[in-house]
Structure formats: C-alpha cells, structure tokens
C-alpha cells in the first residue's frame, strides 16, 4: 500500500446488490493535478450508501443506507479506509440523502419512500446520539384535479428528498412528491420545527437544492418539470418562489429526470445533471445572484448522470447505470465542460463528495 494518495481524495458512494447495483460500499477516488481520476480501494463495505456526507471538522463520514433503510457514521481509518463509528441507526423508507450542520452539531436524512425528514444528534466525536422526527408534511396542493404521485400514478404521497443548511442556520428540505420547500429551526432537544413552507407548482418535483451565499438566494432543481426555482429571501426572512426558468439550454425530454445542481466555487456558474437524455446543464448566474440563464448543454459521457461535483478547473460525474465517473475540464471564462478528459469505472457510482 502507498503511503501517501497521489491527489485529493474523494469519497464514492454506490448502489449494492440490494438496490440492484454492483457496488461494495463507499469507494475511495484520488484526483490527481490534471483532473485524471485514479481508483484507491473500497474505503468500507455498506449497504447500498447512496448518498454520503462529511463532518465539518472531523474524519468522520455519514452515509445512508437506502434499502436496509439506516443512516451510519463512520470514521477515518489509516491512509483512505473508514470504520464504522457506533450502530447503524434506523432511518425511514428509501433514506436516500443526509447533510451535516456546518457547527457539527446535528445530521438530518431525507427518506423519499415516505416523506421522513428526520434529525440526528451528534457527539463530539461525531457518532450519532439521537433521533428526532419532524413533523410531516401537507400537500399544499390536496384537492387539486389531475394530482397524482409521478412515480407510481396513485395517490400523491410525501417524498422527502434533500436537505440545505442555510447560511442562517436555518435548514431548507425539499419534497418531491408535494411539490413542497420546508424551512425549518434547530432546537438540540426537539430537533426541526417549522419555520414556514413555499409550495412550487403542482408536478414540479423539487429535488435537490444549493444556495447562493452573497445574496442567500436558493436553487432548487426539479426533478419532473426539469427547471429550476429561484427563491429568495423577504425582509422577513421568508422564502418566496422569485422566478423559475429551464434546467437546461435545450429543454426537456421525454424520460429526462433531473438530478443534481452544484455551484461552481466562484458562485458564477450553476450546473445541473438531467437523467435519460444523460446531460450536464450550464447555467449562467445572473442579476448579483437572483437570475440563472441557460448557456450550454453537454452528453454527461455515461448514462444516468445521478450526481456531479464541481472543484475549481474541473467536473466529475457519477454516471450510475453506465458505471463510472466521468471528468470534464472546465473553460474558465464560459464554464463549459470540453471533451472528456477522463473516465474511471467503478460499480453504480451514487454520489461524489471531497474527503477534505
């Protein structure tokens, strides 16, 4: 074994043989100065982490697994490996995303298969201490002719799916199956309390999101309509949906999905991945950050572009059911992705997150 990792390091989430996949567990990257991805080794076997996180101070890793239906902690051990940190702790229906409190001080989990959004205490070794579940979610939309649930055709029903921590401390939650923005306050023995809601229009699907920091504005990506949602903040504090324009420069397709949405570290470019049509979306931040303006549409070089992460000069894609991560190196002045750069296979890759 190496004693050194020739790169920055960067955790690889991956669906396993219980979601379908032919992953092991979470997988260690090195990226290397030109971009070039090299693979290290299995940094853990788990159940199927299909989204993983990274304490703000400390070696410590939070992973959800999404069909066993847990979130786990898990700790830096030797030169890229992890170790489980405490028992994994039980989580709700198809827990498919988890973000850390930049204070450290909680995690919270989003369960798509029935709309959990639950918070997590955390020690100061960072393992898991306790578990709060907030209350559940409203359709703002009940009542409403033609509503149904888009990935089933019954009944509209709760689908939590990400996580934000604000720049204000508060926490912004998507969910997508009732087209619904919570805001939600931390109390340490409570957990989340509500704060106020945005409802988005009706089949929109609000997926994931990323904030703007100089003007706190939110992005949020639609998974169904394929946009994205601009929504600021009022002199009150409270979010309202500003605008909401196109996820891509060319439209939508039939059988896209949307996927991802990441800044670039300057905050002047917003990217987006769009699953079936298997894109990378560049978009162009306008209006001191309140206005996002399509630019450029790029083949994600795989197929089903589930998440990306951008770094300074360079994009990687995770491309799930193609298996492997694709990398583009980026035009500073446009933001455009050029040829590929590199392809590394590694098995149903989920989600890409720095080490560091």
Not at 180 to 201: E, K, M, S
Not at 339 to 354: K, M, W, Y
Request: charged content about 20%; proline content about 7%.
């Amino acid at each position: 074994m190496a004693e050194t990792i020739d790169g920055t390091l960067i955790w690889v989430g991956s669906y396993t043989s219980d979601s379908n996949g032919q992953g092991f567990g979470i997988g260690a990257v090195a990226a290397r100065e030109d971009g070039s991805l090299s693979w290290v080794g299995t940094a853990v076997e788990a159940p199927s982490p299909s989204f993983v996180a990274v304490h703000p101070t400390l070696p410590v890793v939070y992973a959800v697994a999404e069909a066993v239906e847990t979130v786990r902690a898990y700790r830096r051990a030797g030169l890229f490996g992890l170790e489980p940190l405490g028992d994994a702790w039980p989580a709700g229906a198809a827990a498919c995303h988890v973000a850390v409190d930049p204070s450290g001080r909680f995690i919270v989990v989003a369960c798509w298969g029935d709309g959990n959004v639950l918070l997590y205490g955390l020690d100061e070794d960072g393992g898991i201490t306790s578990r709060f579940a907030a209350p559940p979610a409203n359709d703002p939309h009940a009542g409403v002719d033609g509503g149904i649930d888009i990935a089933t055709g019954g009944p509209r029903v709760s689908r939590a799916h990400a996580s934000l921590m604000l720049e204000d401390g508060r926490i912004m939650t998507t969910d997508l199956g009732f087209d619904l923005i919570r805001v939600w306050n931390y109390y340490p023995d409570t957990g989340l309390l509500p704060d106020h809601q945005v409802a988005l229009p009706m089949g929109s699907g609000p997926r994931h999101l990323v904030q703007h920091p100089s003007v706190d504005a939110a992005f949020v990506v639609t998974e169904y309509s394929i946009e994205v949602a601009v929504l600021l903040p009022g002199a009150d504090g409270r979010f309202v949906l500003h605008s909401r324009g196109p996820a891509t420069a060319g439209g939508a397709f039939d059988g896209d999905a949307a996927a991802e949405i990441a800044m670039s570290p300057d905050n002047r470019f917003v990217y987006t991945g769009v699953r079936g049509s298997n894109r990378i979306s560049v978009l162009a931040v306008e209006g001191s950050g309140t206005r996002l303006r399509p630019v450029a549409d790029v083949p994600s070089g795989g197929d089903w572009p589930r998440h990306h992460l951008v770094r300074e000069g360079w994009l990687h894609v995770a491309n799930e059911r193609s298996g492997h991560v694709t990398t583009f190196a980026l035009d500073p002045a446009t933001g455009i992705p050029g040829e590929v750069l590199d392809q590394l296979e590694t098995d149903s890759p989920t989600v890409l997150r720095l080490a560091d």
